[in-house]
C-alpha cells in the first residue's frame, strides 16, 4: 500500500502563526497541569511539546548536552536502544 504523499504544508517550515499558536499551548496545558487541573487534552499537549522538543533536539537544535538524556534513560531504565 502506497502512502500518501506530503502536502506543501506539511513540507515547510510551521509558519509564525502555528509556532505561537502551538507554544500558548504548551504553556496553558503546562501551568494547568502543575496547577492540578489536569485532563487528557493537558496530557496530549504535553505529550506533543515533548516529543517536539526531542524532534528538535535530535535535529541540532539546542544546546542540551546528549549526556542529559543518556542520564534520562538510563534513570527509567529504558537504556535498552543506547
Do not use: I
Amino acid at each position: 500500500m502506497a502512502r500518501k504523499p506530503l502536502t506543501k504544508t506539511k513540507l515547510l517550515p510551521m509558519n509564525a502563526a502555528l509556532v505561537r499558536d502551538s507554544s500558548l499551548s504548551y504553556h496553558v496545558a503546562l501551568d494547568g497541569w502543575r496547577r492540578g487541573h489536569g485532563n487528557r487534552r493537558m496530557v496530549n499537549e504535553l505529550t506533543r511539546a515533548t516529543y517536539m522538543a526531542w524532534f528538535l533536539q535530535c535535529a541540532g537544535y539546542g544546546d542540551a548536552p546528549d549526556q542529559l538524556e543518556r542520564e534520562h534513560v538510563n534513570r527509567w531504565g529504558n537504556d535498552q536502544d543506547k
